[in-house]
């Protein structure tokens, strides 16, 4: 099992994470998860994520 990451794995963990993200937005969205249910919350992760 491994104990440590570098600098590019760390990397890669994140864009596929972000990558991930944008996805499963429509999914997520559905969840409406609290503390407010407005349908925005993998959007709003997602659009946190992004590189734009």
Do not use: H, W
């Amino acid at each position: 099992m491994q104990k440590t990451i570098n600098g590019a794995m760390l990397k890669s963990m994140i864009l596929t994470a972000a990558k991930l993200l944008e996805v499963n937005r429509v999914m997520i969205d559905s969840l409406n998860v609290f503390p407010v249910p407005d349908g925005d919350t993998g959007t709003n992760m997602s659009l946190t994520f992004s590189l734009r």
